[in-house]
């Protein structure tokens, strides 16, 4: 299990934070990714694997006015 967002996600078929996006349907471009503590940077997503117990923050990027 992982917690994204303070909330409890199924960790199953997920390898790696791009897939974790994914499955969420955010844009890796208008996202920011914070990992157990640490900032991703975008070109890490896909080589970042997802343990069980692993702590994420996504902040997504809105525009308006």
């Given at each position: 299990?992982l917690?994204?967002?303070?909330q409890?996600v199924?960790?199953r078929?997920?390898?790696t934070?791009?897939?974790?996006l994914?499955?969420?349907?955010?844009?890796?471009?208008?996202?920011?990714?914070?990992?157990?503590?640490?900032i991703?940077?975008r070109e890490?997503?896909?080589?970042t694997p997802?343990?069980?117990g692993?702590?994420?923050?996504?902040?997504?990027?809105?525009?308006?006015?």
């Open positions: 299990m917690q994204v967002n303070g409890p199924d960790l078929g997920l390898g934070v791009a897939d974790l994914e499955r969420q349907g955010w844009k890796a471009e208008r996202v920011a990714v914070e990992h157990n503590g640490a991703l940077r890490d997503f896909s080589a997802l343990c069980d692993d702590k994420l923050e996504v902040v997504r990027f809105v525009g308006g006015g």
